[in-house]
């Protein structure tokens, strides 16, 4: 029989949106399946911060104090990827959980190639899509960095899948019945030997939106025609709440950071909107943005492969369109 | 000290996709097979461990003949000797690739092992850690740093917004992201020289996967965008487009 544990990700003790995604696909998979459901956090919140999954459909939540497993190998450490992925493996091994689900974020992608091995699991990494047919799952998974989607089938008993970040739906429902239980390391074994790579320290840049993550991006291209003039990226993303982006040719030329960088070779996003300025629309770049939501261009070449794929778009001059579109935001924002 | 490079070679991110007869796969033809671009960047920090402080270095792939020509780039970039795992088709998965290289590599027993981040083609970001598990190993993946003192490691890892400071111990594994080093162009003496360099060749030790590949498609084809032709005299329109009708402002 199957059964799913959902593994929601708390960093810095807090729920991204990514976690509420992960909490309403795990309650919907579980109706399809007709299975239970629950929920595991590692984390220091208190049970009330944790019972916010509960607007998502969460009801049981197991809790493991993140201190409390620190403790383990003396403390003095942010986290232990490896000691993190044992606690997953064991507790659902001792639960006989069959299905486990991740974020596909930075963090969900280092710890479920471990958990997969530790519970004798297929992994299918950053997928967008779950379907159950006759009680076998297949999922999609975008490939060549999106240019093709595969579907594929689950051949194993246990699974464990990674939730590509923005695709998969965050439902509130309309009551909250959480109940938060918790467990500790010694019932799931975890002993300093599983601390065989610890996180000392975590350094996040200030007030910066990751692409990633982001919501809305704004991208700046080999058109920009210098680092000088990236301010007016800038201006515009802080205008919308949005993340700067860059093509890999300008952060190849160093005048962007490669954490900036979306692409084959970069950062694959799908945010709700995608502003791409001065960017031609090379073949590996589209790969990594072309499931955004909404995506407009702005260049001066009406022939740019970037109009491709665009939902909207201005061929004009960039440095005059920039400005004037910053102040067009401004007045309905 | 023994060094592992795992390479993989994957269709050139310039490549546009079409489907095979099969609809399961790729159609290959025409297609130029290149490194995986993030194992030049593992390539090259074993490389430069080789040459600092001296080094056995080996590169290893699993897959078919075709996946020689990942270790003759390793080559010229200056590792010294390849294993080519053979796979027994070209139907397998990631716990298959993890398995047999991880076989292989329980066998050379390297003190250090890179892999690049990911391979550009699957994009899983998988088989590091899986191979790393299968051989109880500690791995860090998606690194932009690294520095060696005996057998203690420190790693800075790129993150979401930031990075984490990671320490661990040898033998490990380590998963390569651009940013760790400048890769380099192989000359051409190093390029003729790979050519006649021997590769070993090894049998492949398992083939059950757990995951089967049904159909693959491309993404469906979008619609025509509205495009607005008057320059900074359309910005307003623009907005108005992208507040009334797309809804997302």
């Given at each position: 029989m199957a059964k799913i544990l959902a593994y929601i990700e708390s960093k810095e003790n807090k729920f991204k949106n990514s976690a509420f995604e992960t909490v309403s696909e795990a309650k919907r998979l579980s109706g399809v399946l007709g299975c239970d459901f629950a929920s595991l956090v590692i984390s220091n919140q208190s049970a009330d911060e944790i019972k916010v999954l509960g607007e998502y459909g969460a009801e049981e939540i197991f809790?493991?104090?993140?201190?409390?497993m620190n403790s383990v190998k003396g403390g003095n450490i942010k986290y232990s990827y490896s000691a993190i992925s044992k606690a997953v493996s064991e507790f659902a091994k001792q639960n006989g959980y069959t299905i486990i689900l991740f974020s596909g974020t930075g963090f969900g992608k280092a710890l479920s190639p471990a958990v997969s091995i530790l519970t004798d699991s297929a992994l299918i990494p950053d997928i967008t899509g779950i379907s159950v047919n006759d009680g076998v799952i297949s999922v999609t998974k975008p490939v060549y960095a999106g240019k093709a989607f595969a579907e594929i089938k689950v051949n194993s008993e246990n699974v464990v899948l990674s939730l590509r970040p923005n695709v998969f739906k965050a439902e509130k429902t309309d009551s909250n019945n959480a109940k938060v239980t918790d467990i500790t390391s010694a019932s799931l074994n975890i002993s300093a030997d599983d601390f065989s790579t610890v996180v000392t320290e975590v350094v996040l840049s200030q007030g910066k939106i990751d692409v990633a993550e982001a919501d809305k991006i704004v991208s700046g291209g080999r058109g920009m025609k210098g680092p000088e003039n990236f301010h007016l990226i800038e201006e515009l993303a802080s205008v919308i709440g949005a993340a700067t982006g860059a093509s890999r040719a300008v952060v190849d030329a160093g005048w962007r950071p490669h954490s900036e960088q979306v692409g084959q070779t970069g950062k694959t996003v799908s945010p709700g909107l995608y502003i791409a300025c001065g960017i031609s629309g090379a073949i590996q770049h589209l790969a990594g943005m072309s499931s955004s939501k909404c995506i407009v261009a702005i260049n001066k070449d009406k022939d740019a492969p970037i109009f491709q794929v665009a939902d909207y778009g201005i061929i004009g001059d960039l440095f005059e369109v920039l400005p004037v579109l910053k102040e067009e935001f401004k007045k309905v924002l | 000290m023994k060094i592992a490079v795992c390479v993989s070679l994957v269709p050139d991110s310039t490549t546009k996709v079409k489907i095979g007869s099969s609809g399961k796969s790729i159609?290959?033809?025409?297609?130029t097979f290149i490194l995986n671009p993030y194992d030049e960047f593992a390539v090259e920090e074993a490389v430069q461990l080789k040459e600092k402080s001296g080094a056995e270095t080996y590169a290893i792939s699993f897959?078919?003949?075709k996946s020689k020509e990942a270790i003759k780039k390793a080559y010229?970039?200056?590792?010294?000797?390849?294993?080519?795992?053979?796979?027994?088709?070209?139907?397998?998965d990631s716990y298959t690739v993890a398995k047999n290289l991880a076989d292989a590599l329980n066998e050379l027993k390297p003190d250090l092992i890179f892999f690049g981040k990911q391979s550009i083609d699957f994009d899983g970001m998988a088989i590091p850690g899986m191979v790393a598990t299968l051989l109880n190993l500690p791995y860090v993946n998606v690194v932009t740093k690294l520095d060696i003192n005996g057998s203690e490691i420190s790693a800075e890892r790129e993150?979401?917004?930031?990075?984490?400071?990671?320490t661990s111990t040898l033998p490990a594994i380590i998963g390569a992201q651009k940013g760790l080093n400048n890769p380099r162009y192989p000359n051409l003496k190093s390029i003729m020289a790979s050519k006649s360099k021997p590769i070993e060749e090894k049998s492949s030790t398992y083939s059950g996967n757990k995951t089967e590949v049904i159909s693959m498609n491309l993404p469906p084809a979008k619609g025509k965008g509205k495009i607005l032709e008057n320059g900074a005299d359309s910005a307003a329109e623009l907005v108005k487009l992208l507040r009334d009708e797309a809804k997302i402002i």
């Amino acid at each position: 029989m199957a059964k799913i544990l959902a593994y929601i990700e708390s960093k810095e003790n807090k729920f991204k949106n990514s976690a509420f995604e992960t909490v309403s696909e795990a309650k919907r998979l579980s109706g399809v399946l007709g299975c239970d459901f629950a929920s595991l956090v590692i984390s220091n919140q208190s049970a009330d911060e944790i019972k916010v999954l509960g607007e998502y459909g969460a009801e049981e939540i197991f809790r493991l104090n993140l201190d409390e497993m620190n403790s383990v190998k003396g403390g003095n450490i942010k986290y232990s990827y490896s000691a993190i992925s044992k606690a997953v493996s064991e507790f659902a091994k001792q639960n006989g959980y069959t299905i486990i689900l991740f974020s596909g974020t930075g963090f969900g992608k280092a710890l479920s190639p471990a958990v997969s091995i530790l519970t004798d699991s297929a992994l299918i990494p950053d997928i967008t899509g779950i379907s159950v047919n006759d009680g076998v799952i297949s999922v999609t998974k975008p490939v060549y960095a999106g240019k093709a989607f595969a579907e594929i089938k689950v051949n194993s008993e246990n699974v464990v899948l990674s939730l590509r970040p923005n695709v998969f739906k965050a439902e509130k429902t309309d009551s909250n019945n959480a109940k938060v239980t918790d467990i500790t390391s010694a019932s799931l074994n975890i002993s300093a030997d599983d601390f065989s790579t610890v996180v000392t320290e975590v350094v996040l840049s200030q007030g910066k939106i990751d692409v990633a993550e982001a919501d809305k991006i704004v991208s700046g291209g080999r058109g920009m025609k210098g680092p000088e003039n990236f301010h007016l990226i800038e201006e515009l993303a802080s205008v919308i709440g949005a993340a700067t982006g860059a093509s890999r040719a300008v952060v190849d030329a160093g005048w962007r950071p490669h954490s900036e960088q979306v692409g084959q070779t970069g950062k694959t996003v799908s945010p709700g909107l995608y502003i791409a300025c001065g960017i031609s629309g090379a073949i590996q770049h589209l790969a990594g943005m072309s499931s955004s939501k909404c995506i407009v261009a702005i260049n001066k070449d009406k022939d740019a492969p970037i109009f491709q794929v665009a939902d909207y778009g201005i061929i004009g001059d960039l440095f005059e369109v920039l400005p004037v579109l910053k102040e067009e935001f401004k007045k309905v924002l | 000290m023994k060094i592992a490079v795992c390479v993989s070679l994957v269709p050139d991110s310039t490549t546009k996709v079409k489907i095979g007869s099969s609809g399961k796969s790729i159609d290959e033809n025409g297609v130029t097979f290149i490194l995986n671009p993030y194992d030049e960047f593992a390539v090259e920090e074993a490389v430069q461990l080789k040459e600092k402080s001296g080094a056995e270095t080996y590169a290893i792939s699993f897959g078919t003949d075709k996946s020689k020509e990942a270790i003759k780039k390793a080559y010229q970039m200056g590792i010294e000797k390849g294993i080519l795992i053979k796979a027994s088709g070209d139907d397998y998965d990631s716990y298959t690739v993890a398995k047999n290289l991880a076989d292989a590599l329980n066998e050379l027993k390297p003190d250090l092992i890179f892999f690049g981040k990911q391979s550009i083609d699957f994009d899983g970001m998988a088989i590091p850690g899986m191979v790393a598990t299968l051989l109880n190993l500690p791995y860090v993946n998606v690194v932009t740093k690294l520095d060696i003192n005996g057998s203690e490691i420190s790693a800075e890892r790129e993150i979401e917004g930031g990075k984490e400071i990671i320490t661990s111990t040898l033998p490990a594994i380590i998963g390569a992201q651009k940013g760790l080093n400048n890769p380099r162009y192989p000359n051409l003496k190093s390029i003729m020289a790979s050519k006649s360099k021997p590769i070993e060749e090894k049998s492949s030790t398992y083939s059950g996967n757990k995951t089967e590949v049904i159909s693959m498609n491309l993404p469906p084809a979008k619609g025509k965008g509205k495009i607005l032709e008057n320059g900074a005299d359309s910005a307003a329109e623009l907005v108005k487009l992208l507040r009334d009708e797309a809804k997302i402002i």
